[in-house]
């Protein structure tokens, strides 16, 4: 089952948890031995602490839920200092989602988390979709997302995944400057905008009105990113977006994806990511697949 | 305390107009539950239900591997949940947050309860009383037939109700009841709507009483981990699923 994503980032199998929906994976361990998992990333942080927007942050919506939360996260050295220690030992790849506002912050936390002994790897959030800074001016731009990955490629020495929003016109040129610029990976997608309103009352649902939407309801979005970006870079590609089990997870490394993530069926089913991982076993076995990493874009496209 | 998914078996269900008790049955042991604490339902069949719902424990039977919800049917998800039938089997998370901390054995405690609030306090009272304390209720609704189980509630200490159109007990609010007139209580726990939760809180503050309020948040994940279902608290913003849901009022903004 193992993937090599590249430059020392090795996962047990294709299945991690994406970031701010398994909070730093204490939070699951009494339903998901974290071994069993490829990876963890844990919740997005910045250079600064954040409060993060008000509540409400979260709206149900069809097969979905849209969030406003706003990185709220208590900064890289409190990590560093209080919640490292306490889940450098995992027996898992722990992957920090690092998030800023400014190139100077990107900078500045990926050299502190490049000092980590037990972080292999970080999820570069260069698309949050709920804070007026969170990054997304930097991932929906081609000269954006160029100039803040090489600037973190300069001093980060480990793998380096870069986050992409599907906010933008065409993923795959994002992607590819991404790529250019040093990436050694991309992670995709990051949520959808969206909005809900309360008609009865006339209000938005949502304290920031619009928020980034998740779940299953993003699966099919989600889908035909991954397979537009698998085709133009060379680099691995890991699917995310509405995941919610093993066939959900299949479609996508058919799709070209080396590895998934899954993100908001963990808060339907806590145990889900554990589950994904034994049916994918179970869907190479009954296909003939020897290794898992054969089903990278298997996708059989001739009539 | 071990957080565990379990499907239970709807073993006993009794309506009460826009509410609902449901009895769970686990053929597994029950994990020690505190009250106030609550639980994640799973609703199933229900395409514009995505989401977990969050319920408080009403009772809880641990000789018999039960729990009991009352539920007040307000959306669809409550809805679904209503219509399950003996039998069904519901999926549920549990034990989740943070309970209500039990009295000492001597201390004179109020429980006030409003609307379908009143779920979480007739376990609490259980549990005071196997400690030797008899509390005193205080339930409030719009109408007398917000109010139910009153029974239950009134064999386990005296209770006193205030209904808004006072088709029963006092006409009024719980905060106007004559209860708070002439006597002094060492703790007050209460669960009902934020507006009443803060009224009584205020009560508490001016009289310089301990008192812990159970908040309900619209809430994702149920364990602190999608930060979501935030109070915005003296110590900054605070997961009440996992901080909370009961929180002592010093803690809060109010």
Known sequence: MTIDLGRGLVLRNPVMTASGTFGYGEEYTDFVDLARLGGIIVKGTTLNPRQGNPYPRMAETPSGMLNCVGLQNKGVQYFIDTIYPRIKDFDTNVILNLSGSTLEDYVKGAEMVDALDRIPAIELNVSCPNVKQGGMAFGVTCAGISQVVAEVRKIYHKHLMVKLSPNVTNIAEIALAAEAAGADSVSLINTLMGMAIDAERRRPKLSMVTGGLSGACVKPVALRMVWQVAKAVKIPVVGLGGISNATDAVEFMLAGASAIEIGTANFIDPAVSVKVVEGMKDYCERHGFEKVSDLTGALNLEG | ?254
């Open chain 2, 1 to 254: 305390m071990m957080k565990q998914i379990a499907d239970f078996t709807l073993v006993g269900k009794e309506c009460f107009g826009q509410s609902v008790l449901l009895r769970l049955h686990d053929e597994q042991p029950l994990p020690e539950i505190v009250p106030g604490q609550f639980v994640q339902v799973r609703i199933d069949d229900s395409p514009t239900t995505y989401l977990r719902r969050p319920i408080s424990i009403h009772d809880v039977d641990s000789a018999n591997n039960e729990i009991s919800l009352l539920v007040q049917v307000v959306g669809e998800g409550t809805r679904h949940l209503a219509a399950t039938n003996v039998g069904d089997c519901i999926n549920v998370v549990l034990p989740l947050g943070n309970g209500y901390t039990l009295p000492l054995e001597n201390e004179n405690v109020l429980l006030v309860g409003g609307g379908i609030g009143i779920a979480p306090l007739y376990y609490l009272a259980k549990c005071m009383a196997a400690k030797g304390v008899k509390p005193t209720f205080l339930l409030g609704g719009k109408k007398a037939t917000d109010l139910v189980r009153l029974d239950a509630y009134s064999s386990l200490g005296e209770s006193f109700v205030t209904t808004e159109d006072g088709s029963l007990g006092e006409k009024g609010m719980v905060t106007m009841h004559s209860v708070w007139k002439g006597r002094k209580f060492d703790k007050i726990y209460v669960c009902g709507p934020k507006r009443m939760m803060m009224a009584v809180a205020d009560i508490a503050k001016t009289n310089d009483v301990w008192c812990e309020v159970s908040l309900e948040h619209m809430m994702a994940c149920g364990l602190g981990a999608c930060l979501c279902c935030v109070e915005d608290t003296v110590e900054g913003n605070l997961c009440v699923c996992k901080e909370g849901p009961v929180f002592n009022t010093r803690r809060l903004k109010w």
